[in-house]
């Protein structure tokens, strides 16, 4: 049988062949891995690519939050704001400017001279707040929460214990007044809420802890301000006036100054304790001012007293048919020798006294008519007198 032999391929031929073959194999190996039904994971073979089919994702909705549930305490903040706020006031101290010429007459504008915080006391209208909140005010208004003014008369002041009793006519339906607790059983630690308008801000909450008890303030007459309660809930320019309040809602002092390098609040402020202004107030009311309640004797000023080595309220002079003149008290006397030391006072009821300032703290808690036990030094012997308190002008 004849067979041709088969034509050998050309070089070319072979090499074109090759490169194909080479091209197909480098194409399968670097395929694409990321096709639908399909994930890859470095360093492992590509999974079976599974079927999936076109349905549509159903519209889940999101997980709904739960309900927002305050703390016990948040609760308790929340319900002493909701109670106490209505009775807390706004007071702007406007004074008169008159300004014209005498073409067109002069005329008389308002000017704000100052603003602070107040609180209702009674179902009459009765406004508490702080003096220096009112000094030398021309017009006062008092403006609630919800925003209703009322134009407000001055009915009392005490400035020595920086405490002032206004009024407005106010339909009784509207006022709430603030319930009054004791100061004299504060623990510190204890829990106090402040409402005011801090910088004009109204209606502000704050919260903080009784921080000391027993501080001693000086009031804008030069007086000082006993048993006054520290506290760290902020208080600021604006606060002057409002309540400061326990933990059940109850009034325990008036906010009246800070202790700042920066006139802001900075973790130390002062309120004056509810027992002073429950004593107070109601004479204020009655009044118009502190009944207060002495002696009948007039005192050595304090630097004189010390210069002599004595500790103790000495007795400068005695009023005529006085209770002190009663009692034999005597003053300073006077010969061609100099001056000499009557009596010095050292306690009353029992209650030291060091200078003058400690003995008019005394009588700030006593009433007319009130007989007292009376220490005193005379010519280096101790004695003691009782005396039945009048009352001073």
Excluded: C
């Amino acid at each position: 049988m004849n067979t041709t032999p088969p034509t050998p391929r050309s070089p070319l031929v072979t090499a074109l062949l090759l490169g194909i073959f080479v091209l197909l194999a480098i194409r399968f190996i670097n395929r694409p891995a990321d096709t639908p039904g399909t994930s890859r994971v470095l360093g492992a073979p590509p999974s079976r690519a599974l079927s999936v089919p076109n349905t549509p994702v159903p519209n889940t909705p999101s997980p709904v939050p739960a309900p927002f549930s305050p703390t016990a305490d948040e609760r308790t903040s929340i319900a002493i704001f909701s109670r106490v706020s209505p009775s807390v006031v706004a007071v702007a101290n406007k004074g008169l400017f008159r300004a014209g010429d005498w073409f067109r007459g002069l005329q008389v504008y308002e000017i704000p001279q100052g603003a602070g915080s107040g609180f209702v006391w009674d179902k009459q209208g009765h406004i508490i707040s702080n003096y220096h909140v009112v000094h030398e005010a021309d017009a006062l208004t008092v403006t609630f929460a919800d925003g209703k003014t009322f134009d407000a008369r001055l009915v009392g002041i005490a400035p020595d214990q920086d405490l002032a009793v206004l009024k407005i006519d106010a339909p009784p339906e509207r006022l709430h007044p603030v319930r009054a607790a004791v100061s004299h059983d504060l623990q510190v630690g204890q829990t106090v809420l402040a409402i005011g308008n801090p910088f004009g801000l109204d209606t502000t909450l704050t919260v903080g802890i009784v921080s000391a008890l027993g501080r001693t303030i000086t009031a804008m007459t030069g007086r000082r301000i006993n048993e006054v309660i520290q506290t760290d809930a902020a208080i600021n320019p604006g606060n002057s006036g409002g309540p400061l309040l326990n933990s059940a809602g109850d009034l325990i002092g008036i906010t009246t100054a800070i202790l700042s390098p920066s006139g802001a609040y900075a973790g130390i402020g002062f309120a004056v304790p509810v027992d002073t202004v429950s004593r107070i107030v109601p004479q204020l009311i009655e009044k118009g001012r502190i009944t207060r309640a002495g002696l009948g004797l007039q005192l050595l000023p304090d630097h004189i007293t010390r210069r002599a080595g004595v500790s103790g309220a000495a007795v400068y002079s005695v009023l005529p048919r006085s209770p002190a003149a009663g009692a034999g008290l005597v003053g300073v006397s006077q010969s061609f020798r100099g001056l000499f030391l009557g009596d010095v006072i050292t306690a009353i009821n029992g209650i030291p006294v060091t200078d003058v300032e400690s003995y008019h703290a005394i009588f700030d808690t006593l009433q007319p008519g009130q007989t007292v036990s009376v220490t005193l030094k005379r010519d280096g012997e101790n004695h003691t007198v009782h005396v039945q308190l009048i009352e001073l002008e």
